[in-house]
């Protein structure tokens, strides 16, 4: 072996591992060597546990494939620091179990990074704070369950909860995998619902490959990433509340309950904010006027409602029907009779006055 056969080795390989494949013709123009010379270093690297394989042809073709065990990688600097960048963010991510094989791999690969990447890499790290939110996490092993029947066209039968709870038993023909900051969506054709779901994979459960292959289909957007966006933002509830709270915090915070966030909260589940001692701003979704109305009753505190107008309106009204309800038994209308002979202040207070929408505190 000579003096060059090294580097030039290293460099075959530094070609070999782009996943394509490659002529002879190709290779000997790129190492500026004859094609003799590129088998014979083939031949070595296949020595050296290398898994190359070659294809007939009129010039001949190479790819590195996959072997038994995992040989050394050659990677240039920004790859190297790339890989080492992913590797700390992914020790933070909402995969469980990942972070130590993480810090594992980190470990490594920081052990045979040149200086200069080494250093590279540690400033990177060193004026990075990753914000971690409390969340649910994804089973790995779910993950590639997943992708492999992606990959497979095969389809699945799984077990989905629901966000009330509820479980569904489901047999869908897998898309794709769509990461979206801490949750993992599966975008699918459940096949008896004859139409396209996205799933949240941190709620599906008893995940099992069927065997049975299915069609491509073409999703109803440009890609599976695509799709997520629209329908969960198509999904997401009608009216956004925007509420002045005459309470602390933490005492509302405790009303709320689970409500309020945890493990399990959703993107557009209620958030609360510290406005000062004895007040805070809570806003939030809900599809009901009705849910928004009661959620902030049982508060037990005064409130200033700044938006949505139509929620302003219904507490008009249902600070009526609840006034007219707390007063005199004797002085109330029977239904039946108020439906034969309505009055035209059947819907206003008995003092004349219009109910506020909200109550402040003095």
């Known amino acids: 072996m000579t003096a060059a056969t090294p580097g030039r080795l290293l460099g075959l390989l530094s070609l070999l591992q782009t996943p394509r494949e490659w002529p002879g013709s190709e290779l000997s123009a790129r190492l500026g060597v004859s094609a003799r010379t590129i088998r014979r270093d083939i031949e070595r690297l296949r020595e050296l546990g290398y898994p190359v394989e070659a294809t007939r042809g009129t010039d001949g073709g190479y790819r590195l494939v996959a072997g038994t065990a995992m040989p050394p990688l050659l990677l240039d600097d920004e790859e190297a620091v790339a890989i080492a960048v992913g590797l700390r963010t992914a020790a933070g991510g909402a995969v469980a179990g990942i972070e130590e094989a993480s810090v594992r791999a980190l470990a490594k690969l920081e052990q045979v990074l040149p200086s200069r990447l080494r250093a ?71 096949v008896d619902r004859a139409d396209w779901r996205t799933f949240r994979v941190d709620r599906m459960h008893e995940l099992r490959p069927t065997g049975a292959r299915c069609a ?21 509830p009608v009216y956004r509340a925007d509420v002045t709270l005459y309470a602390p915090a933490e005492h509302v915070a405790v009303r709320l309950g689970d409500a309020l966030g945890g493990d399990d909260a959703e993107p557009d589940g209620p958030r609360l904010r510290a406005l000062d001692a004895g007040s805070c701003r809570l806003t939030g979704y809900a599809d009901t006027l009705e849910w928004l109305a009661f959620r902030l009753s049982v508060l037990g505190c ?36 108020a ?11 008995s003092n004349g006055q219009s109910p506020a929408s909200s109550s402040r505190r003095s």
């Open 302 to 337: 005064e409130f200033d409602v700044h938006e949505p107008p139509e929620l302003r309106e219904h507490l008009r009204a249902l600070g009526g029907r609840v006034t007219r309800a707390a007063g005199d038994p004797t002085a109330r209308t029977h239904p039946a009779a």
């Open 339 to 349: 439906r034969s002979a309505p009055r035209p202040d059947a819907h206003r207070p």
């Open 120 to 190: 590279r890499v540690r400033a990177v790290s060193g004026a990075t704070v990753p914000l971690v939110p409390s969340g649910p996490t994804v089973d790995p092993e779910a993950l590639a369950v997943l992708a492999g029947a992606i990959a497979n066209r095969e389809k699945v039968r799984f077990v989905h909860r629901a966000a009330g709870g509820a479980h569904s038993r489901r047999l869908v023909e897998p898309n794709r995998l769509v990461p979206a900051g801490r949750r993992w969506y599966f975008v699918a054709w459940d």
């Open 216 to 236: 491509e289909r073409v999703l109803p957007d440009p890609d599976a990433a695509a799709y997520v966006e629209r329908t969960l933002h198509t999904s997401a």
